[in-house]
């Protein structure tokens, strides 16, 4: 099973701040890796996808890099509505595996 | 604009079975993998089962094989997943997402919410 560690577990920042989440790969996934948001309350939604492309509808802000076994999401400058979960999700193997999610949570 | 309706949680015992039900809308439902994700409370996302746009091939979390079973019927736009031999460690919300395996779970339902507990 592929393992996803995500870094840090929590954010605390402010909004306007530019920031970076981490995802690393137990072993090599190539580029088949995509990053999700889960706010309160609320059904995740697709941000990222095959770590660098945009999902439909998802602002210039986010961006998605990486190949291999290291990856990130950077949004560069938070609004107030992206004070959230997010997480990566990696499609290279069964089982699909999800990292253990970053809170970005307001300072 | 694609929808995905869950329904089908409840309170049930331990050992007791359960099937969710989702009602898929607003695109071609047999031509896409559907999939079933948890979220246990205040936990993390778990992937639970795909199956293929036909029907012909469904994958399962080592978790849950075994004891879950996923099935579409796509004269009714629909997903299920038969839940049996529940355990305290299933309780959580299960999701219904279009896309799994080799696709990206580009579309969420909002969820339906499983308890297990005596």
């Known amino acids: 099973e592929i393992v996803l560690t995500q870094s840090p577990a929590t954010l605390s920042l402010s909004p306007g701040e530019r920031t970076t989440l981490s995802c690393r790969a137990s072993?090599?996934?190539?580029?088949?890796l995509a990053w999700y948001q889960q706010m309160p309350g609320q059904a995740p939604r697709l941000l990222i996808y095959?770590?660098?492309n945009r999902a439909t509808g998802i602002p210039a802000r986010f961006s998605g890099s990486g190949s291999g076994t290291d990856f990130t999401l950077t949004i560069s400058s938070l609004e107030p509505e992206d004070f959230a979960v997010y997480y990566c999700?990696?499609?290279?193997?069964?089982?699909?595996?999800f990292g253990g999610g970053t809170k970005v949570e307001i300072k | 604009e694609v929808q995905l309706l869950e329904s089908g949680g409840d309170l049930v015992q331990p050992g007791g079975s359960l099937r969710l039900s989702c009602a898929a809308s607003?695109?071609?439902?047999?031509?896409?993998?559907m999939s079933w994700v948890r979220q246990a409370p205040g936990k993390g996302l778990e992937w639970v089962s795909t199956?293929?746009?036909?029907?012909?091939?469904?994958d399962y979390a080592d978790s849950v094989k075994g004891r879950f079973t996923v099935s579409r019927d796509n004269s009714k736009n629909t997903l299920h997943l038969q839940m049996n031999a529940l355990r305290a460690e299933d309780t959580a919300k299960y999701y219904c997402?279009?896309?799994?395996?080799?696709?990206?779970?580009?579309?969420w339902g909002q969820g339906t919410l499983v308890t297990v507990s005596s």
């Open positions: 072993q090599s996934i190539s580029t088949y």
């Open positions: 997402a279009r896309g799994g395996g080799n696709w990206n779970f580009d579309s």
């Open positions: 199956i293929n746009y036909s029907g012909g091939r469904t």
């Open positions: 607003g695109f071609t439902f047999s031509n896409h993998a």
């Open positions: 095959d770590a660098s």
């Open positions: 999700q990696q499609r290279s193997n069964w089982p699909l595996t």
